[in-house]
């Protein structure tokens, strides 16, 4: 099954302790993201990757960090978290052939204290 | 001003109504337009994805897009009490910029039995 996945879905967590949100993707997609959700201002998008070893900032980058060692994985890194960052995150990939439709994964909801 | 702007509603019908939900933006090289459906607690899913203008139909469901006004619609026929969810619309650009997707602030439809 074609799919997006996420780890861990739910994460309490205490301000300043580094922490790894994972995503992987089965399509063989170019194009991996990461988003925030926010009530009142929508997705927006924090990076992205066209491939690997290639990222680019989102409209939201600030205290988030990525890498993409591999074409299947895109994590997330919040190297000190900060109670703002509070929030629900998807990562989402993205192909190049069949159109381009972009999936999401099932979502990450975090809290810092 | 917003790059893409969304109705965020909300929008309350009776079942088996027509539903219009819309978007408007500014960027001109926009051409990859989606619709998403998001139900609370859960990731976007895709409904609709449409290249350029023209208009796509699926089952109950029919995309529209303006490129001359930028403007995108969907329509939805004969709604049910499961179309109750939030409809973001989502556009990106080609080229460099495949990867950016930039999403309106979703509207929340309820349909009442």
């Known amino acids: 099954e074609a799919q997006v996945t996420q780890n861990p879905r739910y994460l309490i967590t205490v301000t300043g302790k580094k922490l790894t949100v994972t995503c992987s993707q089965n399509m063989n997609h170019e194009y991996m993201s990461w988003y925030r959700q926010d009530p009142g201002l929508g997705l927006r998008q924090i990076y992205y990757s066209m491939n690997v070893e290639v990222t680019d900032k989102g409209d939201v980058p600030e205290g988030y960090k990525v890498s993409r060692k591999e074409k299947r994985n895109f994590p997330l890194i919040l190297e000190s978290p900060s109670p703002n960052q509070t929030s629900l995150y998807f990562c989402?990939?993205?192909?190049?052939?069949?159109?381009?439709?972009?999936?999401f994964g099932p979502g990450t909801r975090l809290t810092v204290l | 001003q917003k790059e893409v702007e969304q109705d965020p509603g909300p929008l309350s019908v009776p079942e088996g109504a027509i539903v219009s939900l819309n978007c408007t933006y500014s960027n001109s090289a926009f051409q990859y337009f989606m619709w998403y459906r998001q139900y609370s607690r859960k990731g976007p899913e895709l409904l609709m994805y449409?290249?350029?203008?023209g208009n796509k139909e699926d089952g109950r469901f029919t995309a529209q897009v303006d490129k001359s006004s930028k403007y995108i619609s969907l329509f939805i026929r004969d709604s049910q009490p499961s179309d109750s969810a939030t409809y973001l619309c989502a556009m990106s650009a080609g080229g460099t910029s495949y990867g950016k997707l930039t999403f309106g602030q979703g509207t929340i439809l309820t349909v009442h039995p």
């Open positions: 449409t290249y350029s203008s």
């Open positions: 989402a990939s993205r192909g190049l052939a069949g159109g381009g439709e972009q999936f």
